[in-house]
């Protein structure tokens, strides 16, 4: 598996090379490239757990915006996340992160794709996004339908973003060189 250079060097590497680490603590995203690479350039962070957090403000700041642009830009960050079960995934983290959601039958698949479609339905622009964490299908199913049911899309955006701070700082553990 690929590490994380220390957080110390950041300021230092090429915009590509830091491309590369948004990617792996995130998904791989070009708009998120554009608001946060010059982030890793000019800012110093003492962890990478402070660096995610820098970014995440960065999305609460879009989120909390009326321009229809950063409206946009923030639903194509959180639709960079791939489809819970989804059996074409990019990123090995995710396919690491989504394997207990891929086990099970058939029925439950089919559910959670239902259940991937009302919800992009009800949120048009958006993905669920959860830190699944080592939860069941069946746990994650019955959120994504609560939050469904619950319909309110600024507090969905804020969640989704929650959800990205906090798969960003588990995968920053498990990368840290």
Known sequence: M???PPISTLPLLDTEERARILDLLFEPCTQLHTLSVS???EQKFSSYSD???AVGQKLQDLRQSDLESD???LEAILSAHPRLGEKKV????SRQEQAQLNQGGSD?????ADL??????????LRYVVFVNGRS?????DDMQRRIDRGDIQLEKQEAIQAMVDIAKDRAKKLAG
Not at 137 to 141: F, L, Q, S, W, Y
Request: proline share 6%; hydrophobic share 35%.
């Open 116 to 125: 991937n479609a009302k919800y992009e339905d009800k949120f048009p622009g």
């Open 71 to 73: 409206r946009k830009w």
């Open 90 to 93: 990019e990123s090995e983290q």
């Open 39 to 41: 982030l890793l350039h």
């Open 2 to 4: 690929t590490s994380l």
């Open 137 to 141: 299908r069946p746990v994650i199913m």
């Open 108 to 112: 439950e698949a089919d559910k959670l």
């Open 51 to 53: 660096l995610v957090d």
